[in-house]
């Protein structure tokens, strides 16, 4: 059910939509990242960010969009017919909150066109019973709430501040607001001590009990351009973590599963830099090898749910 909800939310569209100007309570010039954290409970650690409207136009859009129709086409159907809503247009930008560790509770907050609010709302309760708070603000946000989330999501939702939320937490305000200056799909993520223990104690990266933060970002622009950065309290470790993954990488590029499904070379394009205490992993495909590249993973990804 989580997955359909998603879905509904933050389905990837083939036409461009509308131009849709900010909301006036927006700062002028600037994505509505403030606004959004203010709705999302205080204990969220992981803060993920789509703008579709953005995205649409983009050279890399549509093979990432194809791949996705192919996976998650017969959902978007049901989403369609049960609600009058159409994921593949209607989404414009999409939130989605995760606390430290992984419990159940998280949040979703999906911009959309004006909806019709009493079917949708409906449907959703109609599918998530107790298990999610779901309905339908301002006739055009969609809210969900999962987990011990629920209650606080509706009290977020109202404005009325009795809760502490997300855009208090300044580390994460300003980790989010850094990432998105140049983005449009993007997340922030402060590591928990329980995560950096849990790192740590696996063996493989023992460097990983000073990491601090972790963020990434997807460009479509010129190609499909991943990047993700990773932020140590200690310049020394991060050299070791760079150093590790690189290890693991040209290692990851000789795996018989990796050449069989075609995916090495492109392997090779990746880069792993280290420049004091921050570790940078990047990886540029240009637009004709973008669709290549994604139904290479969609075969892999059907060979690993049918073992």
């Known amino acids: 059910m989580t997955a ?6 933050g389905a990837l569209g083939c036409r461009r939509a509308q131009h849709h100007p ?17 709705q999302v409970p205080a204990e969220t650690a992981t803060f993920f960010f789509l703008d579709f409207d953005r995205a649409r136009g983009q050279a890399a859009w549509n093979p990432l969009l194809a791949g996705l ?18 994921p593949t247009r209607n989404v414009h930008r999409l939130w989605f909150a995760l606390p430290g560790e ?9 911009d959309t066109d004006t909806l019709d609010e ?27 709430g999962a987990g011990a989330w ?9 404005d009325d501040r009795l809760s502490p939320s997300a855009v208090d937490n300044p580390e994460l305000r300003r980790l989010c607001e850094r990432v998105a200056r140049d983005h449009g799909v993007w997340f922030a993520s402060l590591v928990s001590p329980k995560i950096r223990r849990a790192l740590m104690e696996e063996g493989r990266f023992p460097e990983a009990a000073s990491l601090a933060r972790v963020s990434g970002h997807i460009d479509l622009e010129a190609g499909l351009h991943l990047g993700l950065v990773g932020e140590l309290t200690n310049t020394r470790d991060g ?4 150093h590790r993954l690189l290890v693991y990488l040209n290692q990851a590029k000789r795996d018989p ?51």
Do not use: C
């Open 4 to 9: 359909t909800l998603l879905l509904l939310a």
């Open 22 to 38: 900010p909301r006036a309570t927006a700062p002028p010039g600037a994505l509505p990242i403030t606004a959004a954290l203010a």
């Open 69 to 86: 129709v192919r996976s998650f086409g017969p959902v978007l159907e049901g989403v369609s017919a049960g609600t009058g809503f159409e």
């Open 102 to 110: 992984p419990d159940g509770r998280f949040a979703l907050l999906a």
């Open 118 to 144: 009493a079917r949708l709302t409906a449907w959703l309760r109609a599918r998530t019973g107790d298990s999610l708070a779901a309905f339908v603000r301002n006739h055009n946000q969609i809210v969900v």
């Open 150 to 158: 629920k209650t606080l999501m509706a009290g977020l939702a109202r």
């Open 239 to 242: 050299a070791q973590v760079a």
């Open 257 to 307: 599963e990796m050449l069989v499904s075609g995916l090495s070379p492109y392997l090779e394009a990746v880069r792993i830099q280290a420049q004091d205490a921050t570790v940078r992993v990047s990886l540029d495909v240009p637009s004709v090898q973008a669709a290549d590249l994604v139904e290479r993973m969609e075969a892999l990804a059907h060979q690993a749910r049918t073992k």
